[in-house]
């Protein structure tokens, strides 16, 4: 059973950063590519980054590119995203995700392909 737990949210004010970390254990993190969603409220669930399971490939939606990085730390299990530059717009939920099917050459951003989620972390940008 693969488990994922998410820690580091919290409130900032806009301009200030965060990051969110989601930890599991080592045969996930080497085999599955690990994605972040986000969700506010009275919208759909969406993408936000996602890296593969070499923690080599990356992919950013438009609205955080050259703002958030998405990296691993293998010694920790872990996968964090540092958020830099946070805007109001990106107060959400944020869930990690854990792509169904091992070690696949795409990336992908449809929350449909991810069967594992954590519980979620709120992140809450003030203006």
């Known amino acids: 059973q693969v488990q994922l737990v998410e820690s580091g949210g919290g409130l900032v004010q806009a301009g200030g950063s965060l990051t969110v970390s989601c930890a599991t254990d080592?045969?996930?993190?080497?085999?599955?590519?690990m994605g972040w969603f986000r969700q506010a409220p009275g919208k759909e669930r969406e993408f936000v980054s996602v890296i593969d399971w070499s923690g080599n490939i990356t992919k950013y939606a438009d609205s955080v590119k050259g703002r958030f990085t998405i990296y691993t730390d293998i010694a920790k299990n872990t996968v964090h995203l540092q958020m830099n530059n946070l805007k109001p717009e990106d107060t959400a939920v944020y869930y990690c995700?854990?792509?169904?099917?091992?070690?696949?050459?795409?990336?992908?951003?449809?929350?449909?392909?991810?069967?594992?989620w954590g519980q979620g972390t709120q992140v809450t940008v003030s203006s």
């Open positions: 080592r045969h996930t993190l080497g085999s599955r590519s």
């Open positions: 995700a854990a792509d169904g099917g091992f070690r696949r050459a795409l990336l992908h951003v449809s929350p449909s392909i991810y069967t594992y």
